[in-house]
């Protein structure tokens, strides 16, 4: 048997490619992580949600064995030190820095187990990997792609010509990125940090340059390099994260390893809204994942982790997605009625092939559930599993009676093989006034009639 052939979209060329593994017994995937300032919101739930999917694919596809997961912890950073100095101002920095990371890193560990993400095979800390920091630093500076200028040292992006290509930027255009100072001591508006000086009060690490810490973007390089090589082969991300941030980790590995690509393929999810809007403080509609999870401030209830994990992918991965009352109630009411289909069905290696190709066209999840929606028994929770849904067969429709919807379908099925058209049309008007929309069949074994329902 040969390869699998999947196809998936590349941000870097800007179309649809057939995935060809570096090495198919050794398959390299680094999505960027946290910042672990603040709990995650909704909108990190989706890059959690979209290459935990991919993660999944590529183990069914080439082996557990063979597929190789990083996802970052950024543990320092200047967000953290504000956090830090905030919640804890009688406390030293950089006790409170360690309370603020470790309380948001737990919580983001326990948020990506309720969305039904696996863990990734390695989760390196920034923090753990100063010193592959500093050697991409002293390479870039020996090769004459960065320089020291007023206590900083910086990436001279005019030192690779075709620097902006992910992002298709010119480099005459561009204007300095997040996180990026224009300052009189840079060569050029666009160059970015590498390594920042620290006072005393912040945290930092001795080095050629004085006691400093490393800019965002370099974390990133140096972890993805030190665990899965100076190329690989899929880098992930959120669509903010194309520039500047994952522009420069293409700069700094390029020109650290002499290499023409540091990734193989790029994959971004799309942007996210809630109920029409931006997300933001300032509008009130700045969810996190464990206040939808754990409290009633979405709806006027909690959620399931399934429940939002389904919402998440029912929008391909691509395309921006409205977050909203109406999608979660959506995936709801379809998980309810997996675990109807499903019964007690265990899991097993009868993983739907068809629902599997449609997953290989570029993660095509809605083609996927609509075949999945077809399915039954075991080969429903089969494939159910290998997308990441284990505990839907908790899923309950709120205010919706279940057994007395059955006993309604039971009784107008009666009613039709008596020919009594009319009382059975009342009953499927009375439980369309409910919500509940009939959907009759046959069985293919034994062609008798047979009803499934959803709520609309």
Not at 158 to 184: F, H
Not at 381 to 394: I, P
Request: proline content about 4%.
């Amino acid at each position: 048997m040969g390869e699998p052939r999947l196809v998936l979209y590349n941000t870097l060329t800007r179309k649809k490619e057939e995935f060809r593994p570096i090495d198919p017994d050794n398959l390299r995937l680094y999505v960027c992580g946290p910042t672990v300032y603040d709990f995650a919101h909704i909108g990190n739930a989706r890059p959690l949600i979209v290459f935990d999917l991919l993660f999944r694919l590529l183990r069914h596809l080439y082996g557990e064995d063979h597929v190789t997961y990083v996802r970052n912890i950024t543990d320092v950073d200047d967000k953290i030190n504000a956090r830090a100095a905030r919640d804890y101002p009688d406390m030293d920095l950089n006790e409170a820095i360690s309370l603020v990371t470790g309380k948001t890193t737990d919580q983001y560990h326990a948020d990506a187990r309720a969305l039904g993400c696996l863990e990734p095979t390695i989760e390196p800390r920034a923090t753990d990997n100063i010193d592959r920091m500093q050697d991409m630093i002293r390479t870039l500076i020996a090769g004459g792609h960065a320089y020291e200028a007023a206590g900083e040292v910086l990436f001279d992006v005019t030192s690779m010509p075709d620097y902006g290509a992910l992002s298709n930027r010119k480099l005459e255009d561009q204007q300095a990125g997040a996180r990026v100072a224009v300052d009189e001591h840079k060569k050029n508006p666009g160059d970015f940090v590498l390594w920042k000086q620290s006072t005393d009060k912040e945290p930092g690490w001795p080095s050629p340059w004085g006691v400093g810490r490393p800019g965002w973007h370099l974390e990133c390089s140096a972890m993805s390099e030190r665990y899965l090589g100076e190329t690989f082969d899929i880098h992930g991300g959120g669509l903010d994260l194309i520039f500047p941030h994952h522009e420069n980790e293409i700069a700094q590995s390029r020109c650290a390893h002499g290499t023409r690509r540091m990734a193989n393929l790029w994959m971004h999810n799309g942007f996210l809204q809630v109920e029409g809007q931006k997300m933001s403080k300032s509008l009130g509609n700045f969810i996190t994942i464990h206040e939808l999870l754990a409290t009633d401030r979405f709806g006027g209830r909690s959620w399931p982790g399934e429940v939002l994990r389904l919402a998440m992918l029912m929008t391909h991965y691509r395309d921006p997605i409205d977050f909203s009352l109406r999608k979660l109630e959506e995936a709801e009411r379809m998980l309810a009625k997996f675990a109807r289909k499903a019964g007690d069905a265990a899991v097993s290696e009868k993983v739907d092939a068809q629902s599997i190709a449609y997953l290989m066209d570029d993660l095509n999840v809605s083609g996927a559930l609509a075949r999945i929606s077809a399915l039954e028994g075991d080969a429903l929770a089969s494939t159910l599993n290998l997308l990441g849904f284990s505990n839907y067969r908790t899923t309950k429709v709120a205010d919706v009676d279940e057994a007395m919807i059955a006993e309604r379908i039971a009784k107008r099925l009666a009613l039709i093989g008596d020919k009594n058209w009319a009382e059975a049309d009342a009953i499927r008007d009375e439980l369309a006034a409910l919500g509940v929309q009939l959907k009759d069949g046959k069985d293919p074994e034994t062609g008798a009639r047979v009803t499934d329902w959803e709520m609309r």
